[in-house]
């Protein structure tokens, strides 16, 4: 668990492991850890997980560099409520990381606090924007948390423990995203922009009420085959959403990337 003083690392852990939360503040001196058990049931995988919540302040470079060794993965958390933590991420912790262990780790990035924040802000959503150029620099993902609702706790350390044992999630990442397979079915299609909005925009919780909302304006029934029109019509209104949060330029890369994939629906 790396990041700056305060962004909630010792919060989120606490959450995951023993399932509490509290609003007060005590800095971690030196490092502390827990342990958790991880059930992959579906890949027959038991993960005995080491769970190392380092001190955050910057200047403590031994105490953190003798923490990281032996690592085989990290969250990088940011505060949502202090944009300067997300700088952190990469001018201080990566760099660490690498020094300590070469090639950095396999690493999943956290925007904490989302608790704290109006998901709507037009500050958040250029905050947003830099977090996907962030996960897409690095190919791996980011999500939205909090250690006080446990929004995406648990989808966190289970993707990162995966990736530890060089295992991909269920979920989609980005280098592989746009290139399905030829003669897709429409399902497939529908499977893959839900999981391209996951990336994203950084988690399930957000991107949920999005796609109940766009869905029936699409004329999409998730019980039902959704024809090639009403997948053109959800990439235009997805567009519509990411426009507010990407501004232009981004809203129109993954629209035609999501054009791309319709070419190779099946007929």
């Known amino acids: 668990m790396l990041g700056d003083g305060a962004v909630g690392k010792t919060s989120l852990v606490k959450r995951y492991v023993d399932q509490t939360f509290s609003d007060s503040y005590i800095a971690t001196i030196g490092a502390n ?86 998901m709507e802000d037009e500050e958040l959503k250029s905050y947003r924007s830099e977090l996907l150029s962030l996960s897409e620099k690095y190919n791996t993902k980011f999500f939205f948390t909090s250690a006080k609702t446990g929004d995406n706790v648990e989808h966190s350390f289970f993707d990162l423990g995966l990736l530890s044992l060089n295992q991909e999630p269920a979920t989609y990442h980005s280098d592989e995203l746009y290139h399905a397979k030829e003669d897709i079915s429409s399902v497939e299609v529908l499977d893959l922009f839900k999981a391209q909005l996951y990336l994203e925009l950084g988690g399930e919780e957000f991107v949920n009420p999005i796609l109940q909302a766009q869905l029936p304006r699409a004329g999409i029934d998730v019980n039902n085959v959704p024809t090639v029109a009403q997948l053109e019509e959800l990439n235009e209104r997805i567009k519509e959403v990411e426009l507010d949060f990407l501004g232009e330029k981004g809203a129109n890369k993954y629209y035609f990337k999501r054009k791309s994939i319709l070419t190779k629906l099946k007929g």
Not at 66 to 95: F, H, Q, V
């Open 33 to 118: 850890f827990k342990k958790k058990i991880i059930n992959y049931d579906d890949r027959g995988i038991t993960l005995k997980m080491l769970i190392g919540d380092l001190i955050g302040q910057q200047g403590y470079q031994q105490t953190q560099k003798a923490n990281m060794r032996g690592a085989k993965g990290a969250l990088i958390l940011c505060d949502l409520t202090r944009p300067e933590t997300r700088e952190s991420i990469e001018s201080y912790w990566i760099p660490l990381l690498k020094e300590v262990l070469g090639d950095a780790p396999s690493m999943i990035f956290l925007a904490n606090k989302s608790d704290l924040v109006d």
